[in-house]
């Protein structure tokens, strides 16, 4: 994969023509400029199933095999974004549209679904900072996706339907997702960089007190060179007030993480710790653990999590053609029950460049969901997915 098309991969998740070097077409406006820019992506996705943990799994399955024509783990996407400065402050806004090839019904003529991830904007000067309003992707866990390979292409999920699939979410790293948030951005200190912010709270129908805002911050240090490479560490917290007759608790986690590159070789590391990062509902012997859908108060037990992942990348001299492997896991237990989950999985991938704009994906996931119970039967779920496609960056 080219620099450039790595600088894409990053711009459309956080940014669509946010850069210049990023953006497909720029248009002045008076004293704006105007970025607009996107990728459009599609899979053949096959995934063989087996196991019984089917009523807890997100997208549960119906049948043996499944064959799908979808999106991957980054939605398709057109963003316009304005940037200019005026009274000595940079200001910018942006607006991104995501959406997938699922018809959302399966059948001729069906409704997709259009999801606005991005709708924010920024002021600030390069001498002291950046501050952002609006929905953007979250603060924890960010350069653990932004880092994941998987960007390009499918990583687990596939066969479910929905606009994507979930890459490592949920085997090797939280979601950051897209949050309401007004956060703060320092400059960059010789390669020294960190950002905080106050963000959305997550509730559901146990809390849906709107009560509390939950708090996230990273910090991070990036170097250039032949031996590249930044290293970087978070945190986040929420507090939850229950409005049924449970006890409200305080979600934390924190996560460190580092990668490389020299040579063509890249290499990845990342781990993360904390308490109700996922959520648990439990009854008798039955039980929920959702780990894909970010910080979840699901119910009545929290839950104690790690999990992490480590990914190495080498770029074919010449060809381009970078070639993958990783492994993550992500583990979970309900406190004060007997429920224990862990997903984990492994990913090879090619992704060529056929193109500065293009890219041609193959991948072979192969994701393990196991769910233990005492004095249960326990649950199983294992997915091995082929997924060939392209996406394409303008």
Do not use: C
């Amino acid at each position: 994969m080219n620099k450039k098309l790595s600088m894409a991969v990053a711009g459309a998740v956080m940014a669509f023509g946010a850069s210049a070097a990023n953006a497909g077409i720029t248009i002045p406006a008076g004293d704006w400029t105007i970025d607009i820019g996107g990728n459009v992506n599609a899979f053949y996705t096959h995934t063989k199933f087996s196991g019984n943990l089917e009523s807890n799994t997100p997208g549960a399955f119906t049948s043996e095999n499944a064959n799908t024509v979808q999106t991957g783990l980054l939605p398709s996407a057109l963003g316009i974004g304005g940037k200019t400065r005026q009274n000595d402050l940079d200001i910018a806004f942006q607006f991104t549209f995501f959406t997938g090839s699922d018809s959302g019904t399966g059948q001729a003529f069906g409704n997709n679904s259009l999801n606005i991830r991005q709708s924010y904007l920024t002021f600030g000067d390069k001498s002291w900072g950046t501050i952002k309003g609006g929905r953007d992707l979250g603060i924890f866990a960010s350069d653990a996706i932004l880092s994941d390979m998987t960007l390009l292409g499918v990583g687990a999920g596939a066969g479910q339907g929905g606009s994507s699939t979930l890459g490592r979410i949920g085997s090797g790293y939280q979601y950051a997702d897209w949050k309401g948030q007004i956060s703060y951005a320092s400059p960059n200190w010789n390669g020294f960089d960190f950002a905080v912010g106050i963000t959305e709270g997550y509730k559901n129908a146990v809390d849906n007190t709107n009560a509390n805002l939950g708090y996230e911050g990273k910090v991070g240090y990036a170097w250039a060179g032949d031996f590249s490479g930044k290293v970087w560490g978070g945190f986040v917290s929420q507090k939850h007030e229950s409005t049924v007759a449970v006890d409200g608790y305080t979600t934390r986690g924190v996560d460190v993480g580092a990668k490389v590159a020299v040579a063509g070789f890249g290499l990845v590391g990342y781990y993360y710790d904390g308490r109700g990062l996922s959520g648990a509902n439990t009854v008798g012997t039955t039980a929920n653990l959702n780990l894909n859908g970010g910080i979840n108060f699901l119910g009545t037990n929290k839950t104690d999590d790690k999990g992490g992942y480590v990914q190495g990348t080498y770029a074919i001299p010449g060809v381009g053609t970078k070639l993958g492997l990783s492994y993550g896991v992500s583990k979970s237990e309900a406190q004060g029950t007997s429920l224990e989950f862990e997903n984990k999985s492994w990913i090879v991938g090619a992704y060529h460049p056929l193109t500065k704009s293009l890219n041609l994906v193959a991948e072979y996931t192969d994701n393990k969901m196991e769910q233990e119970v005492a004095l249960a039967a326990d649950n199983k779920l294992k997915a091995k997915t082929i997924s060939l496609g392209a996406i394409m960056f303008f």
